[in-house]
C-alpha cells in the first residue's frame, strides 16, 4: 500500500521548511517591504470605516451583504489571518495532514456565510461576485506580510500540480491586494460614508 507515502512527504517537507523557513522567508520579506507596509498603512485607514460602508464603497450586490450589522464574514477573515502562522507553501495555501489550509479555507468560509445567512438558497457564483467580498475580507485580515506570503506561495508552488480551483484563489487574492494598495481611494470611501451624500437631494 502507497497511502502513506503522499503524508511522509509532506512530514518529511514540514521539517525541511521548519529547518529553514526563517532565512527563507526573510528574503521574500526584504523583497516585498514596501508592499508589505503600503498594505498594512491601507488597512489601517480603512479601518476607520464599518464593514457595512467598505461593503458599499465595493458595490457588493445585497445578496452578499450579510444583514445590518458590522463582523461581515468574520470566519474567512480569521481563517487569511492564520496564514502568517504556517511555513510551508502548500500549508498557507492547501490543507495540510495537521492543518487547515489559509485561502483556500478562507474562500469556503467566504461561501459558507451566504448559504448559512439566506439558508442555501444563495452563493456566490462567478467573479463579479467573488472578487468585490473577497477584497473586503483581504482588508480586514491581519497579516502584516501579506505581499510576502503570496509571493513566497506563488514563487515555490509548482502550478501545474495545484488544482485550478487552487490556482485561481491565490489570484484572487492576490488582484485583491493589488487593489487595496493600489487602486482604492480612501477619499471615495470618505465621500460615499459622508452623511451629506446619503441624504436625498431636494429641488429649489
Known amino acids: 500500500m502507497k497511502s502513506w507515502i503522499p503524508l511522509a512527504h509532506q512530514e518529511a517537507e514540514k521539517f525541511i521548511y521548519k529547518m529553514v523557513y526563517d532565512k527563507l522567508f526573510e528574503r521574500f520579506s526584504r523583497?516585498?517591504?514596501d508592499k508589505d507596509q503600503l498594505f498594512s498603512k491601507k488597512t489601517q485607514q480603512l479601518a476607520e470605516f464599518t464593514?457595512?460602508?467598505l461593503l458599499k464603497n465595493l458595490d457588493v450586490h445585497k445578496k452578499f451583504v450579510l444583514g445590518d450589522a458590522d463582523l461581515q464574514?468574520?470566519?474567512a477573515i480569521m481563517e487569511l489571518s492564520k496564514i502568517e502562522s504556517f511555513q510551508t507553501p502548500k500549508s498557507k495555501l492547501v490543507a495540510s495532514s495537521d492543518s487547515q489550509d489559509c485561502l483556500v479555507?478562507?474562500?469556503s468560509e467566504m461561501r459558507s456565510a451566504v448559504i448559512k445567512h439566506h439558508h442555501a438558497k444563495t452563493e456566490i457564483e462567478g467573479m463579479d461576485h467573488e472578487l468585490p467580498v473577497t477584497i473586503f475580507i483581504v482588508s480586514r485580515a491581519k497579516c502584516r506580510k501579506l505581499a510576502s506570503n503570496l509571493q513566497y506561495i506563488l514563487?515555490?508552488?509548482?502550478t501545474k500540480e495545484e488544482s485550478d480551483h487552487q490556482e485561481r484563489i491565490l489570484n484572487t487574492v492576490m488582484v485583491a491586494l493589488d487593489y487595496i494598495c493600489s487602486d482604492w481611494k480612501i477619499e471615495d470611501i470618505k465621500k460615499l460614508s459622508s452623511p451629506e451624500d446619503q441624504q436625498p437631494t431636494?429641488?429649489?
Do not use: G, W
Open 73 to 75: 464574514y468574520i470566519d
Open 31 to 33: 523583497k516585498h517591504k
Open 105 to 107: 479555507m478562507m474562500n
Open 155 to 158: 514563487s515555490f508552488l509548482k
Open 202 to 204: 431636494t429641488s429649489n
Open 51 to 53: 464593514d457595512l460602508e
